[in-house]
Each structure stands twice: as C-alpha cells, then as structure tokens.
C-alpha cells in the first residue's frame, strides 16, 4: 500500500522558514519523480515544485521560484521542501504527490495518483 506522510508544517510570521518532510513507503521511491502541490482555502490545488527520481532535477512554480527548494533522499525515502522568505500568499494545506506515469505535474489531482494527507502551513503576522 503506498502511502505519503508529509509533516513540518505550522505557523510562521512573513519572511520566515520552514522545512516540509514527505516519508514515503509502498512502493520504490527512488524510482519515480515526486511533486508537491499545494490547495489554499476555497481554491485548486497548485503544483509547486517537482524533482525527478535521481534528484539531478528540479522545477519550481513561478511563485515561489528562488524562495523553495525540493530536495529528496532516496535512501531514507523521504522528500523535502524548504521554504524560506515565506509569504501570506503561501498559506495552504501542503501535499506530496506522487505523479501519474508519463504525466508530468499540473495545477489538477488527475496529474496524481497518490497524494499524502497534508501538512497546513499559515504564513501570519
């Protein structure tokens, strides 16, 4: 069964960081690019950045372009996300996903086939 865990989330004032942690298991990890998506309230899901298997790779929304960095370890199975100079506008339920085989990523869940529970990040003064 696969599943992703993502925790590190929380409130945090403007301007500051956070480090987001996804602990996958169920399926081989180090074999499949990874994305998170991001879903503010009363809103779509976002995509925000993807990394490939190896890790060599890396995409960024360009909303949070030069802030976020994804970064993985395959060998703990785990996928990150730091994010730094955060932003009101960053608030929102954080998800790892796990993309579609040959779909690339998307602001949609239909470019997922399986996404963890969330971790809520509130950017607030």
């Known amino acids: 069964e696969v599943q992703l865990v993502e925790s590190g989330g929380g409130l945090v004032q403007p301007g500051g960081s956070l480090r987001l942690s996804c602990a996958a298991s169920?399926?081989?990890?180090?074999?499949?690019?990874m994305s998170w998506v991001r879903q503010a309230p009363g809103k779509g899901p976002e995509w925000v950045s993807a990394?490939?298997?190896?890790?060599?790779?890396?995409y960024y929304a360009d909303s949070v372009k030069g802030r976020f960095t994804i970064s993985r370890d395959n060998a703990k199975n785990t996928l990150y996300l730091q994010m730094n100079s955060l932003k009101p506008e960053d608030t929102a339920v954080y998800y790892c996903a796990k993309p579609r085989p040959r779909r690339g990523y998307g602001d949609s869940w239909l470019f997922y086939d399986y996404w963890g529970q969330g971790t809520q990040v509130t950017v607030s003064s």
């Open positions: 169920g399926f081989t990890f180090g074999s499949y690019d």
């Open positions: 990394i490939n298997s190896g890790g060599a790779s890396t």
